[in-house]
């Protein structure tokens, strides 16, 4: 057990939705970084929050937004759901935005978008 | 652009034997390089974390060697069980802290 949590586990939506995944963080991180994982594939980095500010982006669409609040956790917000967003998404949190230390995953949320 | 090879993409072994992981990279900027393994459905659990600056990370059964100037890394399983069966993932971290993931090798140990 990593002490980072996520809600729901399973959600399937349908496409034109929007969604909004929940993570919260290990106890003393400040960091949320959050990922996507299609299936087969290795986890993709979408962006990362630290001090309720983004910092840092990958590849993804500005339909993909977040949130980090006072307390360190952490939303994922996706408009407009197409089928290809079907995934399992991760956040992963550490101490330190910046540093070379690992981050602590929790266990995901599987998102299907029929 | 870095971009995180891993082979093979899976591979089936009888109980008992020792089996290597390997992994690549096409930038050497990295801070570290981690493995992890991931269950079916599951998040992901770090296995070994070793720095840019380090050569090679041990736990229990388990090896991790890095070669940056080579862009390679080798995870070595000794005496593999069942339980070992699971996706084996390899992430480099970039020159903007954020981990780069292979593809992952889907490790199944038979009894």
């Known amino acids: 057990e990593t002490g980072v949590t996520q809600s729901p586990t399973h959600l399937i939506k349908t496409r034109g939705q929007q969604v909004t995944l929940r993570c919260s963080s290990q106890s003393g991180h400040n960091t949320v970084s959050w990922y996507q994982q299609a299936l087969g594939q290795g986890p993709q980095f979408i962006f990362q929050?630290?001090?309720?500010?983004?910092?840092g982006r990958g590849n993804f669409p500005p339909r993909f937004s977040g949130l980090q609040f006072p307390n360190y956790s952490s939303e994922l917000n996706v408009n407009a759901l197409e089928l290809d967003d079907s995934a399992l998404y991760l956040c992963?949190?550490?101490?330190?935005?910046?540093?070379?230390?690992?981050?602590?995953f929790g266990p995901g949320t599987r998102l299907l978008v029929l | 652009k870095q971009e995180v090879t891993q082979i093979p993409a899976a591979l089936s072994v009888p109980e008992g034997e020792n089996l290597v992981l390997n992994c690549s990279f096409t930038d050497s900027a990295i801070y570290n390089l981690q493995w992890f393994r991931q269950d079916p459905g599951k998040g992901l659990t770090s296995l070994l974390l070793?720095?840019?600056?380090?050569r090679e990370q041990t736990s229990g059964r388990l090896n991790a060697s890095l070669d940056k100037s080579s862009g390679r890394s080798t995870l070595y399983i000794a005496a593999s069980q069942p339980g070992d069966s699971a996706t084996y993932l390899c992430a480099v971290m970039d020159s903007s802290y954020k981990l780069i993931f292979g593809s992952g090798t889907r490790l199944l140990v038979r009894p």
């Open positions: 070793i720095q840019s600056s380090q």
């Open positions: 992963a949190s550490s101490s330190i935005a910046g540093s070379q230390e690992t981050q602590y």
């Open positions: 929050y630290y001090r309720e500010e983004e910092n």
